[in-house]
């Protein structure tokens, strides 16, 4: 059974700039709130946007209030989340989804958000976009901007870009993934994905390797890696190869890359497998639509095709 599409934007719609997780500045938004404005659509702040507490955009609370009203007003077409951080796990018992199921629209953003979209795609069904954040705006290459605009108003038909071929192929399935620390954190929860047939892609920022090869193998020892049909590593940025401890550096490489460390989780697998894909933190950060069947072709060039 095919996976549910929130309805496409039009020109004038108006879209729900929520944070549910690390706090935001206006000064930090306004970049994108142009953008949003040039694309022919009204942004409409959450009522807590600019509260604060602690490293939050407010308390768990006044957060959740402002997902759950861009959920229920019906003049809100989509959900732009502000930032990532982390969060959005804290507020998700606190949401009611009655309404967004009978009434689904798009949830835009990556990294924190991640959870959020396992979340309606496991339980409800409902695709969600896996693009840039409003902080993140002003960095972003036009591509990547270009990319979730399309999806928005249901013109994203494929991305192309150049990639590492690791394991050249063609595949078809359904599209899952997101930040390779949040599906960890998934794991054994209502959130966990299911993956068997799917084609999967990770990315991740600023982790310590040896986080990220204990990940990798939990990922395995679950089964998450058991059925796919294709993986698309992107970003895995700003990795740590050495640690602080006890006020000493601990100079002993950990010998692997982020991507050799994922591989080497997975296997040997008659899989198509690329490496670099332009999804995660940075600035030509593709707009994956999560939850919808691609065909994916890894050759010199990788090529996703939604379908």
């Known amino acids: 059974m095919a996976n549910r599409t929130p309805p496409y934007l039009s020109t004038g719609a108006k879209v729900a700039i929520v944070a549910s997780a ?46 759950q009203w861009a959920m229920d007003e019906p003049e809100i077409k989509a959900i732009i989340f502000a930032r990532g951080g982390y969060g959005t796990v804290r507020i998700l018992n606190l949401i009611n989804f009655t309404n967004f199921i009978d009434h689904p629209k798009w949830l835009v953003g990556f990294s924190d958000l991640t959870i959020l979209f396992s979340h309606v795609l496991r339980k409800y069904g ?21 990319s979730m605009k399309n999806a928005l108003f249901g013109n994203l038909n494929q991305l192309e870009a150049a990639t590492q071929c690791i394991v050249q192929g063609e595949a078809s399935g359904i599209l899952m ?48 890696f058991n059925g796919i049909k294709g993986l698309i590593i992107g970003g895995m940025n700003d990795m740590h190869d050495k640690i602080i401890k006890d006020g000493f550096q601990d100079n002993d ?18 899989i198509p497998i690329c490496s670099g894909f332009p ?16 065909k994916m072709v890894v050759k010199e060039t990788t090529i996703l095709k939604f379908v």
């Open 177 to 224: 993934g997101g930040n390779l620390s949040m599906i960890y954190s998934c794991l054994g929860t209502p959130e966990q994905p299911k993956t068997d047939g799917a084609i999967l892609f990770l990315e991740d920022l600023d982790e310590h390797l040896y986080h990220s090869d204990r990940m990798a193998q939990a990922l395995e020892r679950a089964g998450l």
């Open 126 to 146: 409902i695709e969600s976009l896996h693009a840039s954040m409003c902080s993140r705006f002003f960095q972003n290459t036009e591509l990547s901007l270009n």
């Open 279 to 294: 999804v995660g933190h940075i600035p030509d950060n593709r707009c994956m639509i999560i939850g919808r069947k691609i």
């Open 22 to 67: 690390r706090k935001i500045t206006s000064t930090e938004l306004l970049p994108a709130l142009d953008v949003i404005k040039n694309w022919g659509l009204e942004p409409v702040l959450g009522p807590n946007i600019y509260s604060m507490d602690g490293q939050f955009a407010g308390t768990d609370e006044q957060r959740a209030a402002d997902l």
């Open 253 to 270: 490489p950990f010998g692997k890359t982020a991507e050799e460390i994922l591989l080497e989780a997975i296997g040997s697998m008659d």
